[in-house]
């Protein structure tokens, strides 16, 4: 067995044309959607010569919310309010799940046939709705004159 190892796994989008013709419009016939980065096609290719393989991705769980929260580290330094505990916990858990979702949108399939047309294949959807619940769900802070 040949394990292989993607530290930047992607989503390779191919789009096919009919044709192409020069100063004309060219329209898609069809998309297509394969999980790519080399560690995944060289897996790709060992499975087509007929050997086993497993590919293994680093992006996902634990390392998603880290990434999340650098992103936030980094914004926190170019925004002109100071960003709190619960606001970078919203942000951080909606751009992790956004960005989780956008990169491996095969995780909706299992959805309803509406619930995957309203999130439209991407992450920006069930994000912008887990940031929402966070901000009603989560306890607001207490400003720093009722603390004392």
Known sequence: MIITVTLNP???KTVILPGFAVNTVN???ATRLDPGGKG???SKVVKALGGKTLALGVLGGAAVIMFSSIVMSGIQ???SEKLTPRSMT???VALG???GLGSNTAVLNGLPQLVQLIFGGSGIVPAALVAILLNVLLPKEQPEAAKN
């Open 77 to 79: 330094l170019i925004t």
């Open 40 to 42: 995944i096609n060289v």
């Open 97 to 99: 799940l956004g960005y």
């Open 27 to 29: 329209r898609v016939s």
């Open 10 to 12: 992607a989503l390779d």
């Open 90 to 92: 919203i942000v951080s």
